[in-house]
């Protein structure tokens, strides 16, 4: 980079008054953080009317592993913000934002230049990059990943070849902008150790006349992701809609993968189309921008998120389950449809999250979620024609898996 004035040129750091209690960078701590299988969900939540909450003060930590301190493991927030950032500017030193508006647009300045993000686009700043947030239309929230240790990449595609999914043309950085004005008592935000810390300075940190390099804050339109599917029978892992992933030294496991859930066609042959009951090795904690799910006809909201994490259980609720199986087995059962008006995505990883206490305790927690599959009755018959004679079964259905 190429600066007007060099950033070392501050006031030396200390601790932010008033403080940001709600963040967190440390799970090792059972006192700010707790293990539970239990299937989460959460209402949309705005921005409180009676403050002035700007970016960086509207995040808070829902949950996440292991440490900023170890440099592994990753954390997920929320923001719900009211107030552009003014006199003032953010840095993570802690490890890479990905940033996903559900609602109002953000304008990002960073050192390398400004990004206008709607609901739809992503964007990702890396570590020690100083940026503000400003509110171009009001009111703003939306949900933040954030990984230590590691970058953000795209996945491997393997057998799918050199085309589909997110393709590397579609990301974008900014263009040099520069600010040149004296600026008094400009202050910067650093958040280290999940704490916040401030020093101030006489000019703007956005003085970066020039850049080069591929270590630079970028954004994405979703809607420029090609999605793959089945066409002919099965229900595909989530894993095949990875935007984004930050990969471990396991082959296949990830810290962080960005997943999504966009608009798309649905023409699998005699499949339960919806995503299917499970529970695997991945903590799976999602977010949904507008629409319906897919897999909740009621209760996720756009603005909500839900955590399912390692080994629990999860999948459609009882109303989508009733609607698709009595689909199956008719004349609507192959026809092809095509899933529009809605976009979820996951955060999912191999680490197991500790949830916030604050998390747990807050009023916008369904506590209601588990009931959305009372009610969920077995379509079991042993005979093949639905009397109790004996089935022919595969070598794979022996064991009572499938």
Known sequence: MYRIKPSVTHDPFHPRDPPNPRLLADFHDPRAAVATPTQLRWRPRDADKDADLDFV???????????????????????????SMDGCAFCNADGDFLI???????LITTECGKMLVPPGEIVVIP?????????????SRGYVSEIFGAHFQLPDLGPIGANGLA????????????????????????????????????????????????????KYDLSKFCPFNTVLFDHADP??????????????????????FPPRWLVAENTFRPPYYHRNCM???????????????????????????????????????????????GPEANTPTRLSGTLAFMFESALIPRVCRWALE????????????????????????GSDGPATTSSDDKDGEK
Not at 170 to 184: C, G, I, K, N, V
Not at 362 to 385: A, E, M, N, T, V
Request: glycine fraction near 10%; charge should be negative; hydrophobic fraction near 35%.
């Open 283 to 329: 903590s799976e904690f999602m977010g949904l921008i507008y629409g319906v799910y897919e897999a909740k006809a009621d209760g996720f909201l756009p603005g909500g998120a839900s955590l399912h994490s390692c080994m629990t259980p999860h999948g459609p609720d009882t109303k989508t389950y009733e609607a698709t199986i009595s689909k199956l087995g």
């Open 57 to 83: 003060d509207g995040l808070y930590t829902v949950c996440g592993a292991g440490s900023s301190f170890l440099r592994h493991g990753f954390a997920v927030h929320m923001y719900a913000a009211n107030k």
């Open 127 to 139: 570590q020690g990059f100083r940026f503000a947030v400003d509110l171009p239309d009001g009111p």
């Open 167 to 218: 393709s590397a043309r579609d990301f974008l950085s900014p263009t040099a902008w520069y600010e040149q004005a004296h600026r008094p008592g400009y202050v910067i935000v650093q958040k280290y150790g999940g704490e916040l810390f401030t020093a101030t300075q006489d000019f703007s940190p956005f003085n970066v006349v020039a850049w080069h390099g591929n270590y630079v804050p970028y």
């Open 239 to 260: 894993s095949v809609n990875t935007v984004l992933t930050a990969p471990t030294d396991k082959p296949g496991v990830a810290l962080l993968d960005f997943v999504i």
């Open 100 to 106: 996903v508006p559900q609602q109002g647009k953000l």
């Open 362 to 385: 807050s009023p916008s927690r369904d506590l209601d979620y588990y009931q959305c599959w009372i009610g969920l009755k077995s379509h079991f018959s042993h005979g093949k024609d």
